[in-house]
DNA sequence: TTGTAAGCGTTATCAC
DNA sequence: GTGATAACGCTTACAA
C-alpha cells in the first residue's frame, strides 16, 4: 500500500534537496528556471501537492478562515457566504463554513472547533453571542470582524448597513405618504440584535411623529411566506383600527402577506401598503411588485473579507463606512387612503 | 507578545507530561479521574485548544471534508452544504465549501486547495468534469461521493434522484392529461450531466409516445424568474403551434413563465399547463399554486456525509438506493384543451 | 543559488 | 496509569 508522497520523495526525483522543492512552490524565483522546471516535472509525475497539516506547522499559517453564521437555510447567508468564499479563494485561503442556529452555545462551540481547525481569520453574522466568543478569537489573536450591521459604538469591528437608521428612513417614507397606522412583521428579536435595531428604528421614527404602533400590530415570527400569510389573518382578526401599511422583516414574509391579501380581497395598495426587505428577485415580479429595500449583501461579504486579508497582512485598516441600504419604490406602496 | 499556548505548558501547569495533556482530550478514560480533572482545569485557565496543523500531522487526520459544488447563489445547493455541515459537525468534522462555477478549470483548482488542505473526504454536485478530478483524488485515497443524480453506470458513487427516469415520469403524466405538444425551459446542458438526463427523459418519454419536441420549443438558460418570462415570450412569439405544457427547470423559471402567462391573459391551468421542479416554498403560494416535483435535498446531503464518515471509518457501505422524486400536483397542471 | 538541519505542536509507541 | 521519545511533512535560518 503505497502512501501519499513526500516533498522528499520530490526532491529525490528531480535530484534536488527538499529545501529546493519547498522554495519552487513557494519562491519561485529562488530558484533557477530549469531545475524549477524539473522539480514541478517531478511534482506531476509524482501526483504531489503540498501537505497542509505539515506546511501550516512550519509556516504557522493555516491558509483557513471561518465564517459563523445562524443559518444556510436563509439565501442572504448563503449568497453572504458565497462572497467570502470568492474573496477568500481568489488569495489562496479556503474557507470553513459553521453555523449557529441562533444558539449562543452552538456559536461557541462552532467558534472553538473552526480554532482548533486553526482558522487564521473568522467573519462573525451579528454580535448577538455577547463577550465569550470575540474574547476567545482575541485571546489567541485571530482577527474578526462582525457583519450585517454597522455599529458606530461596538467595540468591535463591524460591516454592514445601520439597521436602526435604515428602517427609520423606511418608516420615514411611510409617514410622508400619510400612513399614521403601521404595523410590523418580523423574524424573531431574540439573540439577534440586528432585527432588535430595525424594530427599534421603526418605534422611533414613529415616535418622533408623535406615533406609536399597537401591539396587536407588531408581530414576530419565522421569515417564511407562511408566516406572512398568518401574520395578516392575526393582524386583521385582531380588529379595527387595522394598519393602512406593513413593514415586513423580508420579502418571504411580504409576499406572503401580498398573497393572503389577494385572497381576501385586500386591494394593494390601495388598501394596504407593503414593504418587504432585501429585494429578493421575486420582488419584482409579484402582482403588484414590492417595494422593498435592496442592501448590497456581496459586497458586504467582501469587504468583510478583505479587511480580514489585510489584517492578516498585519496591516490595521481602517473600518469601511456604513453600507447604505437603498429603497426601491415599487407598487405595493401608495399614500393612505383617508 | 505572549505567544499561544501549547500542550506542554498546559502540563506544566497540571503538573504532568505532555502525554497526558493528549489522553484527557483524546482517551479520557485512560487517565485518572482526578488528574484528568487538574489537566482541564490548566487547559482551561490558559485558554488552550489542541493545535490543529500538529495534531493532524501526527495523527494523519485533519478533520476536515471538502464540498465542490457549482455555486452557492442558488438555493439547493446551499440546502445541500447546510445538510452537509451539519452531520459532518455532529462528528466533529469541520466543512470546506469550494465551487467551480460549472467550469472544469476552477473546479480541479478547487479540488486541488482542498486537497492541499488536507481534507480527508470530498462530496462532488455532478460528475461534469471527468475523470482528472476523480483520479486526484483516488490517488490519494480521498473517499469522494457525487450527489445530485443516481448513476448506476457510474464508475463512481453517487447519490440522488435517478434524474432522466423522474423527467420520463413527469412527461408521461402530462402525457396522460393528454398533452401531446410539450415545450420545456431548462437550465444549460454544457457541463451538467444532470440537466442533459433530464432534457434526454422528456425527450425519450415524447418518443415513446411517438411525439417530439419543436426545436422553438425547448428553451435552454439561466434559472432567474426573468428568463422564465422571456422564455414564455420567445416560445409563444414562433409562432403556431404553441405548447399546450411547459416542463420548467425549476420553480423559479416555473414562476416567470406563471407571471408572463397572467400578464398576456393566457389562462393557467386552462390554456397552458406548467410544471416545476424542487418544490420550492413558493410553490404553493403562486396563482394558481404551482404543479412542481419535489427532491428530499436535506437527506440526499445528509445520505452523502453519512456515506463519506463510513468510509473514513474503514468501511465499505453500500450506496443508498436512488432517492426518489415525488410529482406534487397542484393547480397549475390540468388535462389539455382539445 | 542550493543544501543542511532545526524547528513547528501534537500523537502514539514503548517502557516503566 | 503515566512519562520519554520518536515520528508526522514542511519551511526557513544558516551555511556552503
Known amino acids: 500500500m503505497p502512501r501519499s508522497p513526500r516533498a522528499v520523495d520530490v526532491a529525490k526525483v528531480a535530484g534536488v534537496s527538499q529545501a529546493t522543492v519547498s522554495r519552487t512552490f513557494n519562491e519561485p524565483d529562488k530558484v533557477q528556471p530549469h531545475i524549477r522546471q524539473r522539480v514541478l516535472a517531478a511534482a506531476e509525475s509524482l501526483g504531489w501537492l503540498p501537505h497542509g497539516a505539515g506546511s501550516a506547522l512550519a509556516r504557522r499559517r493555516s491558509l483557513i478562515a471561518g465564517a459563523l453564521i445562524p443559518t444556510l437555510a436563509n439565501g442572504i447567508f448563503a449568497t453572504h457566504v458565497a462572497a467570502l468564499q470568492e474573496v477568500f479563494s481568489d488569495a489562496g485561503i479556503n474557507l470553513i463554513v ?186 419584482q415580479h409579484t402582482t403588484p411588485p414590492l417595494t422593498s429595500v435592496k442592501v448590497d449583501r456581496a459586497s458586504m461579504g467582501q469587504e468583510a473579507a478583505l479587511y480580514l486579508l489585510a489584517r492578516l497582512r498585519g496591516e490595521m485598516p481602517d473600518l469601511p463606512p456604513p453600507m447604505q441600504a437603498k429603497l426601491i419604490v415599487r407598487g405595493s406602496t401608495a399614500p393612505a387612503k383617508r
Chains 1, 2 share one sequence.
Open 98 to 283: 459553521s453555523v449557529s442556529n441562533h444558539d449562543p452555545a452552538q456559536a461557541m462551540r462552532s467558534t472553538q472547533a473552526m480554532l482548533a481547525r486553526g482558522v487564521e481569520a473568522i467573519t462573525v453574522v451579528g454580535e448577538d453571542f455577547g463577550d465569550p466568543i470575540f474574547d476567545l478569537m482575541a485571546a489567541r489573536r485571530v482577527p474578526y470582524v462582525i457583519t450585517h450591521g454597522f455599529n458606530a459604538n461596538s467595540r468591535h469591528p463591524t460591516i454592514g448597513i445601520d439597521n436602526f437608521k435604515t428602517f427609520q428612513e423606511i418608516t420615514n417614507y411611510l409617514l410622508s405618504l400619510g400612513h399614521t397606522t403601521v404595523g410590523m412583521i418580523a423574524p424573531p428579536q431574540a439573540n439577534n440584535a440586528r432585527v432588535e435595531a430595525r424594530v427599534g428604528g421603526v418605534r422611533d421614527a414613529l415616535a418622533a411623529a408623535g406615533l406609536g404602533m399597537r401591539p396587536k400590530h407588531f408581530i414576530e415570527g419565522p421569515w417564511s411566506i407562511q408566516f406572512g400569510r398568518d401574520s395578516l389573518a392575526a393582524i386583521l382578526a385582531a380588529g379595527s383600527p387595522t394598519p393602512t401599511a406593513i413593514i415586513c422583516g423580508n420579502d418571504q414574509i411580504a409576499f406572503g402577506v401580498l398573497t393572503e391579501a389577494r385572497a381576501r380581497g385586500i386591494s394593494i395598495p390601495n388598501d394596504l401598503s407593503i414593504i418587504g426587505f432585501d429585494d429578493d428577485p421575486i420582488a
